[in-house]
């Protein structure tokens, strides 16, 4: 990570920017079958930024976290890179002044869970059927 790489709340303006990081993950990942057209992802972000804790890391955009406030659910994580330390500098911004977090992550995500349980997060529940994809989800917690 480098001095380019602070982390900042989104504004409604870099929507297109993390459109575009779950877009090209949905485009590489073989499992992941696209819900909604990609211009439909930056809109959908677009109106969820200014609804909840939204950070955004580098500059350019190279990844972002969302979290719920009241219910402490991070709805998205994506990262342009893994394997930098941007996942977990935005998931450790997002820990400060919680004691618990929730997540739901796809099951045949790997790497995402892996990360997931090093970082504290346990499974907690399997849904098969949450997915509007047809990919089992996983709930995970995280408590201090």
Not at 14 to 34: E, G, H, L, Q, Y
Not at 53 to 73: H, Q
Not at 80 to 98: F, H
Request: hydrophobic content about 35%; charged content about 30%.
């Amino acid at each position: 990570m480098s001095e380019v790489d602070e982390i900042r709340l989104a504004q409604q303006e870099d929507a297109p920017a993390c459109a575009k990081i779950i877009n090209d993950w949905i485009d590489k990942t073989p499992w992941m079958a696209r819900s909604e057209p990609r211009a439909a992802i930056e809109e959908i972000l677009r109106d969820g930024i200014p609804k909840r804790e939204f950070y955004v890391i580098g500059d350019p955009i190279r990844g972002y976290l969302s979290l719920d406030p009241s219910s402490n659910l991070i709805g998205g994580f994506y990262l342009a890179k893994q394997g930098q330390g941007l996942g977990k500098a935005l998931l450790d911004r997002a820990k400060q002044g919680r004691s618990y977090m929730q997540l739901w992550t796809h099951e045949p995500n790997h790497g995402a869970q892996k990360f997931y349980r090093r970082e504290g997060f346990v499974a907690v529940e399997r849904d098969p059927e949450r997915s509007p994809v047809g990919v089992v989800e996983i709930r995970m917690e995280w408590r201090t």
